[in-house]
């Protein structure tokens, strides 16, 4: 089984910088996709930035070139570099790990507990 712990979510005014992590214990299978998903009040969760095991890296239009997205496979952290933030990028965000091994029984999606950004203008 596999835990998923986000930290790091704070407020902070427009313009503002955080940095999100998501550690994982347990037995983390490999290849995975690790993902940050947010949840705005009163909105369906969206995707925000893929890493893959191979660190390959997809990002939501909305949070290009001011998120950045990494992993440290030796440990099973992942983190979410957030910059320019605007008030739009006010979320629960959550880390998922998706397993896609090819052996069955190695394969599931796991979801953190979320962490809170606020970003007031």
């Known amino acids: 089984q596999v835990q998923l712990v986000e930290s790091g979510g704070a407020s902070v005014q427009a313009g503002g910088s955080l940095r999100l992590s998501c550690a994982a214990s347990g037995s983390v299978f490999h290849p995975n996709l690790m993902n940050w998903y947010r949840q705005a009040p009163g909105k369906q969760r969206e995707l925000v930035a893929t890493i893959t095991t191979g660190d390959s890296t997809n990002y939501a239009d909305s949070v290009k070139g001011r998120f950045t997205i990494s992993r440290d496979n030796n440990d099973n952290t992942m983190y979410l570099q957030m910059s320019s933030l605007k008030p739009e990028d006010t979320a629960v965000y959550y880390c998922?790990?998706?397993?896609?091994?090819?052996?069955?029984?190695?394969?599931?999606?796991?979801w953190g507990q979320g962490t809170q950004v606020t970003v007031s203008s």
């Open positions: 998922n790990l998706h397993v896609i091994s090819i052996f069955q029984s190695h394969r599931g999606d796991y």
